[in-house]
């Protein structure tokens, strides 16, 4: 069974989807431990509810940048982790991690990459003007939000959307296609050359096209 490990920074909704999942049988995989940056991230009530293991550890602790990063890696190796789950989590992966943890990181954006990086993402979209709008699964490399691409799901973006509209229509994709990518990854069906990205299923499932993820079994 794969052990995973989730880093979130906030209110861990995605997080949440991934407990729901795994509880449900979808994803065969087990949790070892949730690491935050923020003592106040209700991700950590989440962990508490379901007897997640929570570590809070926080940068400004810690001599430099890498030496956070070396640590959450070593805390992650130490309890087994094979995949590293960011759900959430607002800081720019450092590389000690990335190294430790390459094209084993996971993380879910709230755009069609490579279409609006970084912060803010639905804003961002929204500001553009565009029609489609989406959210993305990718493994972390050392670029913001440029690593090689797992699963897409496309929503519309209407002409008198809000931020707040835009973001809870992503977001209901973003809850199917993460633990999505987590099930192909436990069942080893993710490879990935250069930067791309190969699932082996059927070539329905492999081609990810609005909403494909409703078509796996729960
Ligand atoms: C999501 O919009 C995700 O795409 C982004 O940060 C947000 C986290 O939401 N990376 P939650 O904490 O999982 O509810």
């Known amino acids: 069974m794969l052990t995973v490990g989730v880093l979130a920074s906030g209110r861990g ?4 989807s991934i407990i729901d999942n795994i509880k449900s049988g979808y994803i065969n995989a087990k949790i070892a431990v949730l690491i935050t940056d923020n003592p106040k991230a209700y991700a950590i009530e989440r962990a508490r509810n379901n007897n997640i293991e929570t570590l809070v550890l926080i940068p400004k602790n810690f001599p430099d940048r890498d030496s956070y990063y070396r640590h959450l890696a070593d805390e992650l190796k130490k309890r087994g ?4 789950i960011l759900a959430g989590f ?4 450092g590389k000690p991690l990335i190294d430790a943890f390459r094209e084993k990181i996971m993380n879910i954006h709230p755009a069609l990459l490579p279409s609006f990086p970084g912060l803010h993402g639905q804003r961002q979209a ?3 003007g565009v029609k489609i709008a989406g959210c993305t699964v990718h493994f972390v490399d050392e670029g913001v939000d440029t690593g090689p691409i797992i699963i897409q799901s496309a929503v519309p973006a209407y002409e008198d959307d ?3 509209t835009l973001s809870e229509r992503i977001l209901k994709e973003e809850h199917g296609i993460f633990p999505l990518a987590v099930k192909l990854f436990a069942e080893g069906r993710i490879k990935v050359k250069g930067r791309k990205v ?16 409703q078509k796996f079994s729960r």
């Open 90 to 93: 607002m800081r720019v992966v």
């Open 198 to 213: 190969f699932i082996e299923s059927q070539r329905e499932e492999a081609v990810i096209t609005n909403p494909p993820h």
């Open 126 to 128: 929204l500001d553009y």
């Open 13 to 16: 909704s995605n997080f949440q």
């Open 81 to 84: 982790v094979e995949l590293v």
């Open 162 to 164: 809000t931020e707040d």
